[in-house]
């Protein structure tokens, strides 16, 4: 991985342990469970976890804890995809996966004790009435009819809540703090709300969910959380994450610092809008390949390793963190560059026919997997009578400064002769379906004599060769921030309008023989095509390859 880089968050941790305020740093990593991780979550993961493991880690460890506090959406589903993309990237989190859940009775205790210190009261205001009532930006909001309510009164309401005797929705459990603040999270936030919802974890046991600001400070403080790292749209609920933990009985206090959320353009950094794409059957699922979901980039084919160098250049701070996809692509070409052995496909062929090859007396070389890697090993590229060459390689009238195939010119076979080009086969439309080409006999390995041939192309020996399934992928939306378009209206516009049509597209291509036997999930370059990668879900080792396009070799993003 590149060396790390310096932020504010590392600048804190320096001084804390410099003070002697931790010997080491505990951090978490704390998703809600209701859909999979993006590569937002990626920037926080590398994050959090990067702090404490890999390169310049502080001493301390990482906890990976589910936020499953809103029964309705959270699935096992979702709990198996994130604990397997966080392992995926990299990262292992410390001892067992924590649940916010598993400390619903301790919530319930303290909000007790917030009870019986007359610093929370039972509601019955609906949810319409509790926004009129929380007033706005501008105007301070009213105090609740029920604000006044006696500690005994508010316990026993709060012991029905949960015992089940009132309907959802009829009654809360507010914190009493200010309904004049400024800050509009400090007006009596609901803590507690009525809901009959299974709960992944806990089942039917309760019928009543803490809500997330409660939750996660005190979730913090009972893991001994040092530094709670969070995106910026959490930086007025600090207030209330400080008043929660001085109101309560509870030894530890965590700080909450602050950074910007990834943005990255081309792509939906939000659950629920990538959510959406998944229902409407717009991508095949989570992982399609073009979703910005780990799970997605993975099928694509981009490493772990490509992630976190990408994580890194987007930088930890509070200002905008606008990244383009260019950035991305950038450092997933360039891990790959030195970890993917290099093979030949042809992804449009076009046959060649070689009117002097002939068998036994026409040589063949083995080529080395990777120009830097002898260890990688290397194959025999076999040649034959018929060829399959890119289309894109031939041109009929060739541009200024053409040094691929054209009529009577000469090109280099990769790995093998040098090749004139005598003759263009056409069908009864004009179109060229093929090449005569004559071997340069003396060129295996060598310089022809007497000229300079500049340009390689690579090829396939048709015989040799096997067939293979290959997706192209683009980018799925044409607009750079799909979900900011406004209307005439001044309305967002919907996103689902800026679906790019041509973001997948199916070839039949050819590939080297050597790549039957990959498992899925092999990575390869193909030579002057770009990155591929067999699928994970649809390729099998020994059948027909089908591979996904990662990334090509050149930037297509930042024309
Ligand atoms: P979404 O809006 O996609 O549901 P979220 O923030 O609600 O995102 P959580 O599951 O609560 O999703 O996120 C877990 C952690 O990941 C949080 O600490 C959150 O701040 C962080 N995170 C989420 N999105 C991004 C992002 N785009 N950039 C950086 N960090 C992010
Ligand atoms: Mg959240
Ligand atoms: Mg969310």
Redesign the pocket.
């Known amino acids: 991985d590149a060396p790390v880089v310096a932020h504010f968050i590392r600048t804190i941790i320096d001084n804390d342990l410099k003070d002697g305020r931790h010997a080491a740093i505990q951090t978490r990593?704390?998703?809600?469970?209701?859909?999979y991780?993006?590569?937002?979550?990626a920037?926080?993961?590398c994050?959090?976890f990067g702090l404490v493991q890999g390169e310049q880690a502080y001493a301390g460890a990482c906890n990976l804890r589910f936020?499953d506090t809103n029964p309705e959406k959270e699935s096992e589903e979702y709990v198996r995809a994130i604990m397997e993309d966080v392992r995926w990237l990299g990262f292992q989190w410390q001892g067992e996966v924590r649940f916010a859940s598993d400390y619903f009775e301790q919530l319930y205790g303290y909000a007790v004790e917030l009870i019986q210190k007359g610093l929370a009261y039972v509601d019955d205001l609906d949810a319409e009435q509790m926004r009129a009532y929380r007033g706005t930006l501008t105007e301070p909001g009213k105090p609740s009819p029920w604000r006044d309510r006696s500690v005994e009164e508010n316990l026993d309401l709060f012991t029905r809540m949960r015992a089940g005797e009132f309907a959802d929705g009829s009654r809360t459990l507010r914190l009493k703090i200010d309904m004049a603040s400024g800050n509009i999270n400090l007006r009596d936030p609901v803590i507690y709300r009525i809901r009959r919802l299974h709960h992944i974890r806990t089942g039917d046991a309760w019928c009543i969910y803490p809500m997330?600001d409660y939750t996660h400070c005190i979730s913090d403080a009972l893991e001994g959380i040092t530094h709670s790292?969070?995106?910026l749209?959490?930086e007025d609920h600090r207030p209330l994450y400080d008043w929660v933990l001085d109101n309560i009985s509870i030894d530890c206090h965590p700080r909450q610092y602050e950074?910007?959320?990834?943005?990255?353009l081309y792509a939906l950094?939000?659950?629920?809008?990538?959510n959406q794409l998944v229902n409407e059957k717009v991508v095949s699922g989570w992982d399609d390949p073009r979703m910005p979901t780990v799970s997605g980039m993975r099928r694509r084919g981009y490493s772990p390793a490509g992630i976190r160098l990408f994580a890194q250049r987007c930088g930890i701070s509070k200002s905008e963190?606008v990244i383009d996809y260019s950035v991305l692509e950038g450092a997933v070409r360039e891990t790959l560059e030195a970890e993917a052995p290099r093979v030949m496909a042809v992804l449009n062929p076009l046959k060649v026919t070689l009117t002097n090859f002939e068998a036994g007396v026409t040589g063949q070389r083995s080529a080395p997997f990777h120009p830097h890697h002898p260890e990688f090993g290397e194959r025999e590229v076999p040649i034959a009578a018929t060829l399959y060459v890119e289309r894109d390689d031939f041109a009929e009238v060739p541009p200024a400064g053409w040094q691929r195939l054209a009529p009577g010119m000469e090109v280099r076979l990769r790995y093998s002769y040098v090749i004139r080009c005598d003759e263009v086969v056409k069908d009864a439309s004009g179109e060229v379906v093929e090449l005569k080409c004559s071997i340069d006999h003396a060129t295996l390995g060598q310089n022809p004599v007497g000229r300079k041939v500049k340009g390689v192309i690579h090829w396939l020996s048709a015989e040799h060769a096997i067939a293979a399934e290959v997706r192209l992928y683009d980018r799925l939306f044409t607009e750079p921030r799909p979900d900011a378009v406004r209307g005439d209206d001044g309305q967002y516009v919907d996103f689902m309008q800026f679906l790019n049509p041509h973001s997948l597209q199916v070839v039949e291509a050819w590939v080297e023989a050597a790549v039957q036997d990959a498992a899925p999930e092999t990575r390869y370059q193909f030579e002057r095509l770009g990155y591929f990668c067999t699928d994970r879900v649809e390729h099998r080792a020994g059948g027909k390859p089908v591979f996904n396009r990662t990334v090509t070799l050149k930037d297509s993003w930042s024309k």
Do not use: A
């Not at 950074?259 to 990255?264: K, Q």
């Not at 950094?269 to 990538?274: A, E, F, M, V």
């Open positions: 990593f704390p998703p809600e469970p209701n859909g991780l993006h590569v937002g979550h920037k926080s993961i994050l959090n936020d997330y790292l969070c995106t749209e959490f950074f910007s959320r990834l943005e990255l950094t939000s659950k629920r809008k990538l963190n």
